[in-house]
């Protein structure tokens, strides 16, 4: 069964949809980027997925059981998160907040997981440093710790490039295909870079007025003649 499925989705605001027809399904081990113009309903697709809103209509079925803390999410950077005085190491922990329920702490695992995925992300040597005062490129790398302090599962990233210049936006873009061969973690990402789209991911979804979801062999055949 698939991890998630959507059939005739609709999203938007107060009952009001702003994106209609979203079919799609994505498998354990899936890589699809969701690619459209500015404004198409894009980082809403990704909030109602998370279930932080709810659909206008239409259904979205997960399976495996995948439940709500089970998925990591990197959401689209704001000035506001760029100032945030925490430490690099508190901000990844609290990748593990929806799990904490009525804990106050961390547990023992949580933190050893934590410093896990810092040396995974070659990030280790930041974690005492304060996240407002790292480079953009550090930033989004902590931002993608802390989505994987969340899930084994599934990561959903809403432009984890933007602001990064070519060389890190490299890095960063190799880094998540590691993650998510080797680890199996399923990945869906917003872009604004077909280019990088095609030679990373499994499937394409292209949202606006025209829809288009399927493998990104049958993007690059049917869609860009
Ligand atoms: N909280 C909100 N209440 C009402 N409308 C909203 C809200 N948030 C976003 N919208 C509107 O929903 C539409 C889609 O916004 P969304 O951010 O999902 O687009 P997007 O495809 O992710 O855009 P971009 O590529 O620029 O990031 C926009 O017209 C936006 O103004």
Redesign the pocket.
């Known amino acids: 069964m698939a991890q998630i499925t959507c059939q005739n989705l609709a999203?938007?605001?107060?009952g009001r949809s702003?994106?209609r027809n979203i079919n799609f399904s994505v498998n354990e081990g899936d890589y699809l980027c969701i690619i459209?113009?500015?404004?198409?309903?894009?980082?809403?697709?990704?909030?109602t997925l998370l279930r932080l809103?709810q659909p206008v209509s239409g259904m979205i079925q997960y399976g495996d059981g995948l439940k709500n803390n089970e998925i990591g999410y990197l959401p689209?950077q704001t000035m506001i998160q760029k100032d945030f005085p925490s430490s690099v190491r508190e901000i990844i922990l609290s990748g593990c907040q929806n799990r904490l329920g009525l804990r106050p702490f961390y547990s023992r695992k949580e933190k050893k997981h934590a410093d896990q995925i810092m040396e995974k992300l070659k990030i280790t040597e930041l974690e005492h440093r304060c996240y407002r005062e790292l480079s953009g490129g550090q930033q989004q790398r902590v931002l993608l710790a802390r989505a994987l302090c969340a899930t084994d599962k599934i990561l959903l990233l809403?432009?984890p490039v933007s602001g990064l210049d070519p060389i890190v936006t490299k890095e960063m873009y190799r880094l998540i295909k590691r993650i998510n061969r080797d680890d199996k973690i399923t990945v869906i990402m917003?872009s604004?870079d077909i280019r990088a789209a095609i030679e990373y991911s499994s499937h394409i979804m292209h949202?606006g007025e025209t829809m288009f979801y399927g493998t990104t062999e049958e993007y690059e055949s049917r869609w860009l003649i």
């Open positions: 999203i938007g605001y107060d702003i994106l459209g113009e500015n404004g198409t309903g894009k980082s809403t697709l990704m909030r809103q689209q809403d432009e917003i604004h949202v």
